[in-house]
């Protein structure tokens, strides 16, 4: 496997981002990133394989538009981490920040701990073939799945009493689902927002997701291959229909 070590120490994000399209273009395969500081834009846009790990805390839009590398990042990672992504994969061993998975196409997002507000905000898919993934291994704060068009969300709530306190979940959902370990009280629910019983079936479909994520940071999957979830969907396609007036 060709590797390339970078050093990003007091580096400004413009001539970091320089040297890993250099490196990818030259046909790096895993690019180790060191002492990553707030530096943003990692990963943004770029195809292919390559493997990406970054030791430190990157900065805001981590991955955007990428589509096809995988991201280990070994520390937190600030806002909208996955923003517009296509394909491929970010996994974080710590926390996020807010808009996590902001209008996510495809790929998948694990967050070992917690996230800020409005993760998975107007996440989308297009048929089958590009369903997006946000998994939390930990809580979100409010707004949970916002404007949510397609794909998934799925909260563990590892270490909490409760998986979610926050309100607004699920606010003007059109599309897509959030699960959520245990039971979510109705006043948390936001505009748009039904709960749905969790099936067998249910599980059975994001049982290989779960197993991904346990495998990415060691916890045994069995402690979540259960039916003790609430599932959130759309009440309807058009959660706000009826605060427009038509002509």
């Known amino acids: 496997m060709k590797t390339l070590g970078i050093d990003a120490k007091g580096m400004h994000y413009t001539p970091l981002n320089q040297k890993i399209r250099a490196a990818v273009a030259d046909g790096v395969e895993e690019i180790i990133l ?24 990157p900065g805001g839009d981590l991955g955007m538009f990428m589509s096809g590398p995988t991201c280990i990042i070994h520390g937190n990672a600030e806002h909208a981490p996955g923003n517009t992504m296509d394909k491929g994969m970010l996994v974080i061993h710590g926390s996020a920040g807010d808009a996590v998975a902001h209008s996510m196409r495809g790929g998948k997002v694990f967050v070992r701990n917690n996230i800020g507000y409005r993760g998975g905000i107007h996440m989308k898919q297009y048929e089958v073939e590009a369903r997006p993934v946000l998994v939390v291994g930990g809580t979100a704060h409010s707004f949970l799945g916002e404007y949510m068009a397609g794909g998934l969300v799925l909260v ?50 994001i049982a290989p997701i779960i197993k991904s994520f346990c495998e990415q940071f060691g916890y045994d999957p069995a402690e979540y291959l259960d039916t003790n979830y609430t599932r959130i969907g759309p009440a309807s396609s058009r959660p706000f229909a009826s605060k427009y007036v038509w002509e």
Do not use: C
């Open 156 to 205: 563990l709530g590892i270490g909490k009493e409760k998986a979610m306190t926050d309100r607004g979940i699920g606010s003007g959902i059109h599309g897509g689902e959030i699960i959520i370990r245990g039971e979510v009280d109705d006043y948390l629910l936001g505009v748009g927002a039904k709960k749905f019983e969790f099936t067998e079936a249910d599980l059975e479909r």
């Open 34 to 57: 060191d002492n990553v500081l707030g530096q943003r834009f990692i990963g943004d846009g770029l195809r292919g394989n390559v493997r990406i790990i970054v030791n430190g805390v």
